[in-house]
Each structure stands twice: as structure tokens, then as C-alpha cells.
């Protein structure tokens, strides 16, 4: 199984409107995606540090949501939140309970 992380911040009282718009309009789209198993979104609500993870099959299945420019088209509904540079990366999971 692999895991794209995409790491953020965001003003303090925008944290609820991000995570809103990724429960309501990204996870729906990517249920149909070969490989996708779930997602999750993190906040540090004291920071304003948000982490966006979705979990895949396989590194093939989470690289093919790029070269189809699916996560680029998901990023883009987010640019609105970040007050950094957001920080994309991959992880293989070597233990899940």
C-alpha cells in the first residue's frame, strides 16, 4: 500500500472549510479510481497545519492520479486555503493496523 501525503497551512478559521471540501467534493471523486483505498485529513488546529493523506493499492495507482492530472485538479480547489507552499509526498506503509 502507498499513502500521498500533502502537507499545508491555512488561516486558523478555515481549517473546517478545507476539510469540508475535501469530505464533500474530493473523496467523492476519487472512490471510483482504481486502487483507491481511503483518506483522511489532519489538523493542528492550534497551528493552522493541515495533512491530507489518501491511501492506494499500489505506487502505480497513486502515480496514475497524476499523470491523468486528477490530484493537479484536486490541488487547485485548495489554493485558496494555503498560506504556504504545500509539500506533496510519498510513502510506501509498511504496517497498518
Given at each position: ?20 471540501l475535501f469530505e464533500e467534493q474530493v473523496v ?46 484536486q490541488l487547485v480547489k485548495f489554493i485558496k ?17
Amino acid at each position: 500500500m502507498f499513502a500521498r501525503t500533502l502537507r499545508f497551512q491555512t488561516h486558523l478559521d478555515r481549517i473546517d472549510e478545507a476539510s469540508k471540501l475535501f469530505e464533500e467534493q474530493v473523496v467523492p471523486s476519487v472512490k471510483s479510481i482504481k486502487g483507491y483505498i481511503g483518506a483522511r485529513f489532519m489538523a493542528d488546529r492550534k497551528m493552522g497545519n493541515c495533512i491530507v493523506m489518501t491511501f492506494w493499492e499500489t505506487e502505480k495507482d497513486l502515480l496514475e492520479t497524476e499523470n491523468s492530472r486528477f490530484f493537479q485538479e484536486q490541488l487547485v480547489k485548495f489554493i485558496k486555503f494555503f498560506t504556504t507552499a504545500p509539500v506533496r509526498e510519498v510513502y510506501e506503509v509498511l504496517y497498518t493496523e
